[in-house]
Nanobody, 121 residues
């Protein structure tokens, strides 16, 4: 059983910072990438940031320069450091991991439960 557990969401004022964490555990192996999507009310889900097992990163244009994605491969954990937060960043943030539930099984995308980030004064 593969689980991705997110933490770190909450309420923050504009200009503030939050750090999200997502730990993958259970029967998962050969993780090729982890990252974060977000979905705000009335908006389409969008990729926020992603990082491959080799350390290559991608960011949405709207968060470049403000957010940093990182990972700890030994812990199967991905982080999202969010600085200079704006009200537009308010959304449910979902982490994901691309990996296998068994060593020689197929690769698939696993999802976290989501964590609410609210940026408001």
């Amino acid at each position: 059983q593969v689980q991705l557990v997110e933490s770190g969401g909450g309420l923050v004022q504009p200009g503030g910072s939050l750090r999200l964490s997502c730990a993958a555990s259970g029967s998962i192996s050969s993780i090729s990438a982890m990252g974060w999507y977000r979905q705000a009310p009335g908006k389409q889900r969008e990729l926020v940031a992603a990082i491959t097992s080799g350390g290559r990163t991608n960011y949405a244009d709207s968060v470049k320069g403000r957010f940093t994605v990182s990972r700890d491969g030994a812990k199967n954990t991905v982080y999202l450091q969010m600085n200079s937060l704006k009200p537009e960043d308010t959304a449910v943030y979902y982490c994901y991991a691309d990996g296998r539930s068994s060593t020689w099984g197929p690769s698939r995308r696993y999802w976290g439960q989501g964590t609410q980030v609210t940026v408001s004064s």
